[in-house]
Nanobody
């Protein structure tokens, strides 16, 4: 069993920054992919930024809309999402997730059904 706990969400103005954190507990052995999804009002859940390690190489996926503004990083069992230059379109519930089998590449759109464990979510709201 893996437990994921997110923190760092909040209400900010457009142009500001936030940093989300997600700490995993339990047995993370085999769960190489870890990262962030989001779900806005009346929208489907989408992958935002995912990290994995393959043969000691780091692999990343970023949603096109966040490239150049968001950065995912990982330290042991904690994954971070640094979000800069936030816009109102970034308003959503942000979820941390981990997978033992997901394919991670810059071109492969993450499928939420590939992720076995999820956090409870942290709300990010951006105002004008």
């Amino acid at each position: 069993q893996v437990q994921l706990v997110e923190s760092g969400g909040g209400l900010v103005q457009a142009g500001e920054s936030l940093r989300l954190s997600c700490t995993a507990s339990g047995s993370m052995r085999g769960y190489y992919a870890m990262g962030w999804f989001r779900q806005g009002p009346e929208k489907e859940r989408e992958g935002v930024a995912i990290h994995t390690t393959l043969d000691d190489d780091d692999m990343f996926y970023y949603l096109d809309a966040v490239k150049g503004r968001f950065t995912v990083s990982r330290e042991k069992n904690t994954v971070y999402l640094q979000m800069n230059r936030l816009t109102v379109e970034d308003t959503a519930m942000y979820y941390c997730a981990t997978s033992s089998a997901a394919v991670i590449s810059p071109w492969h759109i993450p499928d939420p059904s590939d992720y076995e464990y999820w956090g409870q979510g942290t709300q990010v709201s951006v105002s004008t």
